[in-house]
């Protein structure tokens, strides 16, 4: 495998994307301009400073887009980290079931906090930790869009690193009693407390009719 030709292509891809949702906090000139300085720091035999300038498109990237999700889907049982589920293999569920969505937001922004726990508005003082900071709300809807039930900050969702963590899950639990069978749509909107994105995903779903009791056996 070429890897040079495939680290260009992983640039090129970036640029593409953000070029796409301009201008939310960076420009595609930043990004262009950064993949451009990684490719010719890789032609130099720099390899350092060409991850260092790749991670600056990348981050650009980031700041650009909106709002998204890598991946949302239902699962089975608690995830036990990032990337680390079972995707559940059926979205049918019976009343009182647990429902457990994983879904790994991208876009997201970030407080910052000094040594002191204090908010220090940005400024690199170099022990300070990042935050990320997600409020949730939730709509129930049937599969003709009819909302059923909804719910506005149902809950935060909130990590705290000393680097600007990428790799974040959230996991949301539900369980829905007073649904008639049939077919509904799960809405998850994500808001960033550190700015004024906001995204959703809907994930579609069953509520299966009970299984009849069986009468006993008479004598």
């Known amino acids: 495998m070429n890897i040079r030709a495939a680290f260009l292509r992983v640039l090129a891809f970036a640029a593409?994307?953000?070029?796409?949702?301009?201008?939310?906090?960076?420009?595609?000139?930043?990004?262009?301009?950064s993949a451009a300085e990684a490719e010719r720091l890789l032609a130099a035999s720099e390899p350092v400073e060409a991850l260092a300038a790749a991670?600056?498109?990348?981050?650009?990237?980031?700041?650009?887009?909106?709002?998204?999700?890598?991946?949302?889907?239902?699962?089975?049982?608690?995830?036990?980290?990032f990337g680390r589920y079972t995707p559940r293999q059926s979205a049918t569920f019976k009343a009182g079931d647990e429902i457990v969505v994983y879904a790994e937001p991208v876009g997201y922004a970030y407080g910052v906090k000094?040594?002191?726990?204090?908010?220090?508005?940005?400024?690199?003082?170099?022990?300070?930790?990042?935050?990320?900071?997600?409020d949730a709300d939730l709509e129930v809807r049937t599969g003709g869009g009819q909302i059923l039930a909804s719910s506005e900050g149902f809950s935060r969702l909130s990590q705290t690193a000393a680097i600007r963590e990428r790799a974040f899950?959230?996991?949301?639990?539900?369980?829905?009693?007073g649904l008639k069978p049939g077919d509904y749509v799960l809405a998850?909107?994500?808001?960033?407390?550190?700015?004024?994105k906001k995204g959703t995903f809907e994930l579609p779903f069953v509520m299966d009719a009970p299984k009849p009791q069986s009468r006993p056996a008479e004598e």
């Not at 990348?58 to 999700?69: C, H, N």
Request: aromatic share 10%.
């Open 169 to 177: 899950n959230v996991t949301l639990e539900f369980a829905f009693t």
């Open 114 to 134: 000094g040594g002191d726990g204090a908010e220090n508005g940005g400024k690199d003082e170099g022990d300070e930790s990042f935050t990320i900071d997600l």
């Open 188 to 196: 998850v909107t994500l808001r960033d407390v550190h700015s004024d």
């Open 55 to 81: 991670e600056a498109a990348y981050d650009a990237t980031w700041r650009a887009i909106p709002l998204s999700f890598r991946k949302a889907l239902f699962v089975d049982g608690k995830p036990a980290g």
């Open 16 to 33: 593409a994307i953000a070029m796409a949702f301009l201008p939310v906090r960076a420009s595609a000139g930043d990004i262009v301009d």
